[in-house]
């Protein structure tokens, strides 16, 4: 056995091993190939004079004609019962999730809070009195399910990080269905100057209509991370809604690996300038599943960031990704910054990723705005390159994916959550090769 395949535990193991990965990262290092970002000069020239507005759009914009307001409502009967053929349920298979379309008597859902003392840790129960608890006053459902699960749901789970409360460890929230369908509702409200981390983790078996709710006051730093691990036939459809402060800062990450279909549609508005928002995304579809994001960041005050990263795997048959990003800069929005990154790697025959990344400006004074999207197979390429090396077949492939998300979980930034992330990674991989 040569120094380039030693076993684990063997001289050069260790020394390999480090090579092997500093090879896969220069694959996949920033600014190389897939892993193009931002470009390094902002983008000045824009056919708009200073100050103007487009009156259009860009990318699925609406021409000539003035933008429409993204429809909202908290009655669901305002939105209807939806046939598959909107705009916002195209891609969906709508024949999975029918019960979620309709009001139904919930079940059992088990919340576990984990908290360190400093964290104001509430259940409020409904229905909700206007201006009583922070319970929507956030979210403004876009769709029926959002607006079935405010309208119905029975308890709300509400976290108050304290003003300038800077916690050291991270709040973790475990969901646990019951196999029963199910509403649900989180409140997280951190408070100006305030720092804090949430993990809301779901597990088990459930169908379930959820929103989630992110206040994050002026100055303030919050990391929210929703990871869906749940059985093979949980059915869960969710709404994030954030509105950031002045000068505040919303790292938010949605990892789905598991379930049979998850929907998961984040939110972001912009409370006062100067804030920040980065939005990131990582997903492993398995046969059969159904794993989409619709996006919305709307900017509407001036000089306020954004950046988006989402990254998913494929593999096997009707394996099914759907990414929708939207990012519209209001005629206000002067100097926005915004970004939206969007890749996808199939790695078998069969499966399907949709990506669709929607930009619509309406002011000519922007930093810079842009965005790209980008589906493609496994590279045969890559994989030669790492095995003229001396690394196996399996561990190149495996070294190649694991490159491929490593920038994601590192932007993340939850140190509980790596070794899990990596670890289920590679269980995915482990499981096709089987």
Known sequence: MSAAQAAPGQPGAGTEHAQATALAGELFAPGVGAQAGPPARPAKGTAVPPGASTAGGHSHGPGDRPLAERFTSTDPDAFGVPTGREEDWRFTPLRRL????????????????EAPDQVEVREVAGPWVDGAEPVGSVLAPADRVSALALQRVRR?????????????????????????????????DVEP??????????????????????????????????????????????AHAALVGRDARLRHAVVTLGGDLVRVSPTVRFAGP???????????????QHQEARLYVDHAVPHCRSRVLYKSALQGRDAHTVWIGDVRIRPDALQTDTYELNRNLLLTDGARADSVPNLEIETGEIVGAGHASATGRFDDLQLFYLMARGIPADEARRLVV???FADVISRIGVPVLTERLTAAIEAELAAVAA
């Open 98 to 113: 029918r019960d979620l379309l309709q009001p139904f008597e919930p079940g059992r859902l088990e919340v576990e809070v």
């Open 402 to 404: 694991r490159g491929f």
């Open 193 to 238: 100057f305030a720092e804090a981390a949430v993990v809301v983790d779901h597990v088990g078996s459930a169908r379930l209509a959820a929103n989630m709710e992110l206040r994050v006051g002026d100055g303030a730093s919050l990391t929210v991370v929703s990871v869906q691990d749940w059985a093979d036939d949980a059915v869960h459809v969710a």
């Open 156 to 188: 709300a789970q509400v976290l108050t990080v304290p003003k300038g409360t800077s916690l050291t460890d991270p709040v973790v929230i475990t969901v646990r269905g019951t196999g029963e369908p199910a509403y649900g509702h989180v409140v997280i």
């Open 274 to 288: 100067g804030g920040d928002a980065e939005l990131l995304g990582l997903s492993f579809a398995d046969a059969g």
